[in-house]
């Protein structure tokens, strides 16, 4: 069997920043396996721009943010695979994969990053009533049928879900001579950035229907039209408010998953809340030598903060390989009060300053961050807006740490 | 610009978002911005806004390649900037920064992708 | 002017296993299908149950039927490499007016000849079923009980069919039919075909097609069942197939594991009038999740659902199946519904005797084969018999589906082999491509490629399920196709 020091599971740009961040800490010994013919993931059809402004201080398209990953790994030389899909891997970091050249083979690794992805919540997950014609497509998947292929999946559109892919769909297909009738988001509050509202619905007059849901699908062999409702405060369709939208497209953005069927099968289990795993402060998972980063641990919102979390895995990976990774005696184990809904990561067990990034679960205003450790508050951070669909950060120093058995994030008023 | 108007603008200059209110007197306010370059946007948006074109043109295979002004054209000519955009034929191979067309309402067209 | 021996209208279940039993002698036969695929009907959307036999009336076809179609089932999903798992079946009580109904159902089955149909108690149900619900206190227990995937033993059955010489052709509305002395002609709107026997096994449409040669003795009616899939990682929460006792409140929703490991929870009851429609109701939806529930004892995972589909099966106004000549040499087989799919092979032997009674010479063909190499016997290889196939077609090793990881190899196989998947849609059922948790987001366009490749058409006219359902309308750019 194959042996190689480290394996990434995925060239997007977690995979790609993990990689270069192991190889700069000395980790010779690499191999990306990457599923698709090229680098660059997801952003390969991300074609609008708003990457990298943190990374490089610059506004990049989706490809020009991977290709300036991409030229590095060329030029440092990292082993690519591509076309290769990884079927399993197993506690013992064994990985089976398949291509058209090896067949199906198997590579033992010291170490294994995680870094798949995440992927689109279909409609089967919403039970939307109605017909199942043609024309409902996820935003990505319209995404690439217009950016990659050069196809356009309708004409009359109505996108259900305000994630950025929709939004940044609806500009799209706008710019392609379709017409948006309408974005219908079924929260009060939409799950996308503001400027995405702002210069991709706004700048075109596309309405932003808030607390509105598809509630039934019409046509039979291609989409002819959708009803929307407004729905109350439990989510409910009020039946007086029902409309009827003539279109021939259905975008879905109703939100991302990561992409955990690996590491599940690894026998690593996944937070009900985040459905990536859980990892302590160098992404490494209930699996000593496995580590996850990027959209595959959590979805992001930022590529940015992909690849700086797998800068992080990618160290973490290299201090594992080579026997010098760093231990308290002690692990803190993270909780939170549901107001947040989430940390990454969930429990810290080194001595080091340590970066928390969560989630909370609704919008709050003025509001004050909190970080205890049961008896004193360690922490605070007043805030003038949180919102689900932004990511948040507080650094923990390291001396604010000693002798903190467990913490938890809260959010007071 | 009319003046002695309040306005409220989302900053698209970063994923933050700012909310910004502007108001428009003999000078122009801007307040709520976090950094500078809000402040610029606010201003800008209220006399001149101004927006980045991304999309796609076709290639010589058939294909598409993603493409991208190289500044900002005004925002009421993204439409027109799209039906020259659409016109283009890009030849392979074609490799990231290649200018596409050279003059759309003053920025490049430039490529963002490499293909071929 | 195509003319056949034996023309078969209706390429569901029923009408292939007829068309597969047919193609077992000298006949020259085809397979007509208003549809762009076999399977479109009450086939593509059922619950996949092989039923033991208890439930039809004693002396019924459909008890007959049923019973010896249960018990052929096994060597027909053997021959034809259809997966088929003998799960059992459980029909679980809740009060003693449970009990009661209960008793007379094992009586009945007794009496039609199910093996093993026996009551079992509370203790011996949780050692069946460890996940039943707490209050359950009885069961009609059916070892013989099984389940198959409908339409995958509906395709292999014409692809055998094909193998051995039978004709399909797809998007053929019947129209017309023309009866004179010695054949019929069979109109649709743009083709025609002869043929000097025909079999009506049109599903839905079983009666409107018996109405063309004058036999309006019967209707069929439409009855639309809602049904939703889980998730593969929900699959073991049942071993068997769980029905609730029927009680005032109806039949109630079941509960199965799937061939493939997903559960199916299902279906609802909705007479309708409008035979094309086959729309989801929100509040069929929400009632299947509800009931569902009830017979568990853990909390059924509906965000695992990955889709909700519906069915319309057809049902006679006879109350059992009709099976029998409309005039010579046309035979209905209509009103079939629940137990159809089980009943089907034993329908299909007796249909080819019906049409022996009615002159066709049966003529056993020297080279029938009846066996149809398994289709997921790449799937469900070890590495080594995977890797096996990759080195005679290497298009086996390049994964193409990735929630189901299926390779294109597999795609491919599903496009060319008979009978040949043409859209979207008919990829999926063949090999499961788009089927899993992301259905088809991310694979679409590659298999869309591939479609398109293989029958030398563009990308833009490769369609979800045929007619008017394409997946793109032209290029961007403004450009047209």
């Not at chain 3, 998730?231 to 493939?260: H, Q, W, Y």
């Not at chain 3, 059922?429 to 479609?451: H, S």
Request: hydrophobic letters at 40%; proline letters at 3%.
């Amino acid at each position: 069997m194959r042996r190689t020091d480290l394996v990434i599971i995925g060239g997007g740009p977690a995979g790609m920043a993990a990689a270069l961040s192991a190889r700069e800490q000395g980790i010779e010994d690499i191999l990306i396996l990457e599923r698709d013919s090229s680098l660059g993931g997801i952003l390969q059809q991300c074609i609008h721009n708003g990457f990298g402004l943190h990374t490089f201080g610059e506004e990049l398209t989706g490809p020009e943010y991977a290709w300036r990953y991409e030229k590095e790994v060329i030029d440092k030389k990292i082993p690519v695979l591509l076309n290769t899909m990884v079927l399993s891997v197993d506690e013992n970091k064994v990985i089976t994969a398949s291509n058209t050249e090896d067949g199906i083979f198997q590579i033992e690794a010291k170490a294994i990053i995680l870094a798949m992805g995440c992927r689109e919540r279909p409609r089967g997950a919403l039970n939307i009533a109605g017909t199942r014609p043609s024309g409902i497509y996820s935003a990505g998947m319209a995404q690439k049928l217009v950016n990659m292929k050069g196809y356009m999946p309708g004409r009359e559109v109505v996108i259900l879900g305000s994630g950025d892919i929709g939004l940044i769909m609806a500009r799209r297909m706008t710019f392609e001579g379709a017409r948006v009738h309408a974005v219908c988001e079924l929260m009060p509050y939409s799950g996308g950035l503001a400027r995405n509202i702002e210069q991709c619905l706004n700048d075109f007059d596309i309405p932003l229907k808030l607390s509105h849901t598809v509630v039934e699908i019409h046509g039979k062999e291609r989409l002819e039209g959708v009803t929307i409702a407004k729905v109350d405060e439990n989510r409910r369709p009020i039946p007086e408010t029902r409309e009827y939208i003539p279109c021939d497209t259905l975008l879905l953005s109703v939100g991302l998953i990561p992409e955990n069927e690996l590491t599940a099968g690894a026998g690593i289990s996944l937070s009900s809340i985040t459905n990536g795993a859980t990892v302590d402060e160098n992404r490494q998972t209930e699996i000593d030598g496995i580590f996850a980063c990027g959209n595959v641990l959590h979805v992001h919102d930022l590529v940015d903060f992909v690849s700086s979390e797998a800068e992080i895995a990618g160290r973490g990976a290299a201090a594992y390989i080579k026997g010098e990774a760093e231990k308290s005696d002690r692990v803190i184990n993270i909780s939170t009060d549901g107001r947040v809904r989430y940390t990454v990561p969930q429990r810290i067990v080194g001595c080091g300053d340590v970066d928390i990034y969560f989630r909370v679960a609704d919008v709050y205003r003025d509001a004050t961050i909190k970080v205890s450790d049961g008896e004193h508050v360690i922490l605070q951070k007043k805030k003038l807006k949180l919102a689900p669909g932004e990511m948040e950060c507080v650094k923990l120093p390291a001396d604010k740490l000693c002798g903190v058995e467990d913490l938890r994030f809260s959010i007071e008023f | 610009m009319e003046k002695n108007k309040k306005r409220e603008l989302t900053c698209i200059i970063c994923p933050r978002g700012c909310q910004l209110t502007v108001d428009i007197g003999e000078e122009i306010e801007v307040t709520g911005n976090i950094c500078p370059r809000g402040k610029t946007y606010a201003i800008n948006e209220c006399t001149d806004p101004q927006r980045t074109v991304t999309s796609t043109v076709r290639t010589s295979d058939g294909g598409v390649v993603a493409v991208k002004t190289d500044r900002t054209v005004p925002k009421g000519k993204m439409m027109e900037c799209m039906e020259i955009i659409n016109l283009a034929v890009a030849e392979l191979p074609v490799r990231v920064g290649d200018v596409i067309i050279e003059d759309v309402f003053g920025a490049k067209v430039v490529a963002t992708q490499n293909k071929g | 002017m195509k003319h056949f021996d034996v023309a078969v209208i209706g390429a569901g279940v029923v009408g292939g296993l007829i068309a597969r039993e047919l193609s077992r002698y000298n006949l020259n036969i085809c397979i007509l299908e208003a549809q762009n695929d076999v399977a479109m009907g009450a086939t593509r959307a059922n619950s996949g149950i092989v039923h033991a036999g208890f439930d039809a009336e004693v002396g019924s076809l459909k008890a007959r039927f049923n019973v010896e179609g249960s018990k052929m089932m096994k060597r027909v999903t053997d021959e034809l490499g259809v997966k088929y798992k003998n799960n059992g079946s459980l029909v679980v009580g809740f009060s003693d007016a449970d009990r009661k109904h209960i008793e007379k159902l094992v009586a009945r089955g007794i009496e039609n000849g199910v093996e093993g149909v026996r009551l079992i108690e509370a203790d011996e149900l949780r050692a069946i079923e460890p996940n039943i619900s707490d209050s359950a206190i009885c069961a009609l227990y059916a070892p013989t009980g099984a389940i198959v995937c409908p339409y995958e033993l509906c395709i292999a059955s014409i692809g055998n069919a094909m193998d051995n010489g039978a004709t399909l052709k797809c998007a053929f509305k019947v129209e017309k039919i023309e009866k004179s002395d010695e054949k019929y002609i069979i109109y649709s709107e743009n083709e025609s075909v002869s043929a000097d026997f025909v079999v009506n096994a049109a599903g839905i449409y079983a009666d409107e097609i018996a109405k063309m040669v004058g036999d309006e003795s019967f209707t069929v009616g439409a009855r639309k069942g809602d049904y939703i899939l889980l998730d593969r990682e929900c699959g073991t929460m049942a071993n068997c197939t769980i029905f609730r006792c029927p009680n005032e409140m109806g039949k109630g929703i079941l509960v199965s594991p799937t061939v493939d490991g997903n559960l199916l929870l299902g279906p609802t009851s909705v007479n309708i009038d409008d035979k094309g429609d086959k729309s989801t109701y929100a509040d069929g939806l929400s009632k299947i999740m509800a009931t569902a529930s009830e017979n568990l004892r853990v909390r059924l995972p509906f965000g695992k659902s990955i889709t909700s589909f519906c069915g319309l099966r057809a049902y006679g106004n006879t109350g059992d199946f009709i099976i029998r000549p409309a005039c010579e040499r046309f035979i209905n087989v209509a009103g079939i519904e629940s137990p159809g799919l089980s009943s089907a092979p034993a329908i299909a032997i007796y249909v080819a005797e019906l049409l022996e009674a009615e002159g066709l010479r049966l003529e056993k063909k020297e080279d029938f084969n009846p066996i149809r190499e398994p289709k997921h016997a790449f799937r469900e290889g070890s590495i080594e018999e995977k890797n096996e196939y990759i080195r005679r077609d290497a298009s086996y090793g390049r994964i193409i589906c990735r929630c189901e990881s299926i390779s294109e190899g597999e795609i491919l196989d599903a496009i060319r082999s008979n009978p040949p998947a043409r859209d979207l849609d008919g990829v999926k059922r063949r090999c499961r491509a788009g089927m899993g948790r992301c259905q088809g987001g991310f694979c679409a366009p590659y298999v869309m490629e591939l479609i398109a490749r293989e029958n030398g058409v563009d990308f833009a006219s490769v369609t979800k399920c045929g007619g008017e359902s394409a997946i793109v309308f032209s290029k961007t750019k403004g450009a047209q196709v």
